[in-house]
């Protein structure tokens, strides 16, 4: 029991600090791709992306992998740093400093399929579908639960400890989506995909409330009273109490587990729907506008859901005595607190939303990028220079309040084979945060990488953020 | 600019600038590291919280406590009032190991004029008591129209005392006086809290 106990503390313990370790500022924004229009993973970003392929297959497994780490309001080195400080004093330090604002997060993607192509009666309509695998977590701080954790009530008699300040939520899942993109006319082109999520789990708990608070009572029965008011807390899951069952299990837990999972990503878990939209405008010949939303869908958790909630109010000033007294019979404060908030573990089938992502930029190009010979315009083809400059803005919805994230670019096409994308992404945190995109083409092979923060690479540890994508496709 | 533009034509940077690009996007994937940093500093990590949460409270009149003796005489030689509360805070394997002092504050006001003991004791699972059992002598008071006298003590359970007691599952407490005479009047108020002292190392 001892160890069990110890061991979860630890684990939980390695796990808060492990979400210090770095920050995000924008967790699912891939700032390099977006609008990329030679990758066709921008696709996936923007439906409605104007592309000039005829047609993609990406490389299975290796198509696209991007992963996302970070933390908002810290960094590995803040609480690391083999700087001779206590390792206490850095993380009474951060525990001062950080607020409630603040959020680890980590995001993954893993792109097994990806296909598009023109279609041959109206090539003006491109068709692309796949599949990827997705892991999103983000957690905010807890900073007052963390504080009582660290401190204890001593020094904070009469001060409220928020339980609004849990709020945290973890997916897993497989997407499976088809789309199509329409250039609609010489100025507009849209598009649209439609999403099929399956869930492999999910793990939420936010809009908790409550307070947990010891008031000092001088004219009161004790010297305190401590109150837990108006609890509402929830711990909703889907497709762990399963795992669990199968993690205790102890002979081939590893191969139930695998064919569990396995089976969830195939169908056969919890499933929802969703959209992409999203829209290319040409303002002027060399100025465009495009705008998209992604995510935008819900999944709906029926099976293998255990949720944890406790509600109500309990007031506890200590046990009086003596009973013969008082007339009361005896009394188990546990006991008595789990009846009062209604600790209760259902079976309740929940939905949520997935987070939705609103992207858009502003883009003016220049250089023309062909020797002349082209009457694109006239053709109904775009135009192709080599040169751009815009802007774009992103917004990720998240339990607490949106991630925003706004960047300049400049992107270029350096030869037939290469292109490149810098990136100056501005955000509260961080006004060093310089990403680079490049995309290569050999023999009909797509390579590309892309990362943000290169600023600090040469201090990892020091960065908040950090984010990495590649991915090989064959283009035609 | 001349024999830049040269340069840019003749000896070829333009058709170099792909691998330059490639070869700096290689070195910063080379040279990314992660430096003065110790992950084994969890292991320094101690918390040592500190909870300060209310124990037991009684308000004893001692007229009721007279009342329930069936003793008929003048003076009563000892009256007693005892209480038995379920209490096994301590039993937890997190506090037997974690939890290294215990301060029990006990405050009494008292306006009885008589002075008494308070005994508190811990218990296991079959009734029998633990370690040593605790007795505050509490002042008399200077009768119910008069302020109440304070009585205040700081009772310390340290490592030893919290070891010893990790089987405690209940606690018994009596307040004893001695000698009342009947026409007594006055009450006391007990109030007492617990400071419990956390060191936990990951």
């Known amino acids: ?476 | 600019m001349n024999i830049l533009k040269l340069l840019w034509r003749k000896v070829g940077i333009q058709s170099m600038l792909p691998y330059v690009l490639f070869g700096f996007c290689l070195a910063i994937s080379v040279c990314a590291c992660v430096k003065d940093v110790d992950f084994d500093q969890v292991d320094d990590l101690i918390l040592t919280p500190v909870y300060d949460i209310d124990f037991i409270y009684a308000a004893v009149d001692i007229e009721t406590l007279i009342t329930q003796n069936d003793d008929s005489s003048t003076i009563l030689p000892e009256v007693i009032a005892n209480d038995t509360l379920d209490y096994d805070f301590l039993e937890n394997d997190f506090v037997t190991d974690n939890i290294v002092q215990v301060t029990l504050t006990f405050e009494f006001e008292n306006t009885i004029e008589k002075g008494f003991d308070f005994n508190f004791q811990f218990l296991n699972s079959e009734n029998q008591p633990i370690d040593q059992s605790y007795t505050i002598p509490v002042l008399p008071g200077a009768g119910v129209d008069a302020l109440p006298v304070v009585t205040r003590r700081d009772i310390i359970l340290d490592r030893a005392a919290i070891v010893a007691l990790s089987t405690a599952e209940k606690l018994t407490s009596s307040i004893r006086v001695e000698e009342v005479s009947r026409d007594l009047t006055g009450n006391i108020i007990l109030k007492s809290k617990a400071l419990y002292f956390v060191s936990y190392q990951f």
């Open chain 1, 1 to 476: 029991m001892l160890k069990t106990t110890q061991r979860c503390v630890r684990i939980l313990g390695c796990v808060l600090l492990g979400l210090w370790s770095v920050m995000v500022t924008h967790a699912q924004q891939k700032e390099g791709m977006y609008d990329f229009t030679s990758i066709p993973q921008s696709l996936l970003l923007n439906p409605g992306a104007e592309i000039n392929f005829n047609s993609h297959y990406g490389v299975p497994f290796l198509s696209q992998f991007h992963a996302n780490l970070g933390f908002k309001g810290s960094s590995v080195y803040d609480i690391f740093a083999d700087d001779g400080r206590s390792f206490n004093a850095k993380v009474e330090q951060q525990l001062n400093q950080l607020t409630d604002r603040d959020y680890g997060t980590i995001t993954q993607q893993l792109e097994l399929l990806s296909f598009g192509w023109r279609s041959t009666r109206n090539p003006k309509l491109y068709f692309s579908g796949g599949l990827y695998q997705e892991l999103d977590m983000i957690a905010y701080f807890p900073k007052d639960l963390l504080l009582l954790a660290y401190e204890g009530n001593q020094n904070f008699i009469n001060k409220s400890f928020k339980l609004s300040d849990i709020s945290a939520t973890a997916e897993l899942l497989t997407v499976y989506h088809f789309g199509y993109t329409k250039q609609l006319n010489k100025k507009l082109t849209f598009g649209a995909r439609a999403k099929l999520y399956s869930s492999i789990f999910n793990s939420r708990s936010t809009r908790n409330s409550g307070r947990l608070t010891t008031i000092d009572t001088p004219n009161g029965n004790n010297f305190y009273t401590h109150i837990a008011s108006n609890i509402d807390f929830s711990v909703k899951t889907s497709g762990i109490a399963s795992l669990e069952e199968d993690l205790s299990n102890e002979e081939d837990a590893s191969s139930t587990i695998t064919s569990t999972i396995f089976k969830r990503a195939l169908l056969g878990g919890n499933l929802g729907v969703g959209v992409d939209v999203g829209f290319s405008y040409r303002i002027k010949e060399q100025w465009v506008a495009t705008g998209s939303m992604t995510d935008f869908g819900l999944i709906a958790y029926t099976k293998d859901v255990q949720n944890y909630t406790a509600s109500g109010s309990y007031a506890y000033e200590g046990f009086e005595t003596p009973e013969a007294l008082t007339g009361r019979s005896a009394r188990d404060f546990l006991d008595e607190l789990e009846e009062a908030l209604d600790v209760d573990t259902t079976q309740t089938a929940y939905t949520a939303m997935r987070p939705v992502k609103l992207q858009g930029s502003l883009k003016y190009m220049f250089n023309r990028d062909d020797n002349g010979s082209c009457n694109c315009v006239l053709d109904g083809n775009y135009t192709l220079y080599s040169d751009a400059v815009g802007i774009q803005v992103f917004s990720q919805f998240r339990p607490k309040r949106s991630q925003r994230a706004i960047s300049l670019f400049y992107q270029k096409r350096i030869s037939n084979f290469l292109s490149a994308k810098i990136n100056y992404t501005i955000n509260d945190f961080s006004a060093t945060n310089i990403g680079i995109l490049l995309s290569a083409y050999f023999y009909k092979i797509n390579f590309y990488l892309s990362t943000n923060n290169i600023l600090s690479y040469g201090n990892l540890a020091k960065t908040r953020e950090l984010a990495v994508q590649f991915g090989f496709n064959i283009i035609p």
